[in-house]
């Protein structure tokens, strides 16, 4: 199966600095999702993209859904230490009647240092 | 409380034994599927089930089996589990798959990390 592009692996941030990360694909997806997932947890959804271009807030955070459809990514301003953990992308070409499988990044662990 | 369980949480057992990772939702939702995750390599679907009786391979479905009897258990059976399969497993669901024109949120689980000796 496909994978989106995540890099690079681990992020190292000192708290109040603000950080991007991006992901990439080789298809297009109509809808764009940024996951965070704390230790010994599942992911839990940060934000939802469903138009090209569009730029969404949730608090400290948000994201964009690259206009080709290809790419999104996810800024986090003024870190804090809770914000440790990994992120992951997800794309879904949502159709009606087919999977909802989300296609997942590698992820990003992101720490943040105090 | 919305949530979606599973169980056991953690599980060490040995080659050939079968097993059985039990997911229940508690929120109505017709879809539900099965992720791996593994180090480096993200979450892979391994199967899904768009309603009760209804259910189909994900990505890496190899070595595992499903069903979905009742809306709101989905549970993952290994028939003859191999160290391969050793990973950390969540179930998802969401209200429904593949209608409507919005991304409906898939929930997961906590987890169940799995070992096979």
């Known amino acids: 199966g496909q994978q989106l592009n995540q890099s690079p692996q681990s992020m190292f941030i000192q708290e109040g600095e603000d950080v991007s990360m991006n992901c990439t694909s080789s298809s297009i997806f109509n809808t764009w999702l940024w996951y965070k997932q704390d230790p010994g947890e599942g992911p839990v959804l940060l934000i939802a993209l469903y138009k090209a271009g569009e730029l969404t807030s949730n608090g400290r955070l948000t994201a964009q859904f690259g206009i080709t459809r290809k790419d999104s990514f996810l800024n986090i301003s003024a870190s804090i230490p809770s914000d440790v953990g990994i992120y992951f992308c997800?794309?879904?070409?949502?159709?009606?009647?087919?999977?909802?499988?989300?296609?997942f990044g590698k992820g990003i662990t992101l720490s943040v240092r105090p | 409380e919305a949530q979606v369980t599973q169980n056991p949480r953690y599980l060490i057992t040995v080659t050939g034994k079968k097993l059985t990772v039990t997911c229940s939702q508690n929120?109505?939702?017709?879809?539900m599927s099965w992720y791996r995750q593994d180090p480096g390599l993200g979450l892979r679907q391994i199967y899904y089930s768009m309603n009760v009786e209804v259910t189909d391979k994900g990505d890496v479905p190899e070595g595992y089996k499903v069903s979905r009897k009742e809306k709101r258990n989905f549970p993952l059976i290994l028939e003859s589990p191999s160290p391969n399969q050793t990973s950390l497993y969540f179930c998802?669901?969401?209200?429904?798959?593949?209608?409507?024109?919005?991304?409906?949120?898939?929930?997961f689980g906590p987890g169940t990390r799995l070992t096979v000796l």
């Open positions: 998802a669901s969401t209200l429904r798959g593949g209608g409507g024109l919005a991304y409906n949120e898939q929930f």
């Open positions: 929120m109505n939702h017709e879809y």
């Open positions: 997800a794309g879904q070409f949502y159709q009606a009647g087919a999977n909802s499988k989300l296609t």
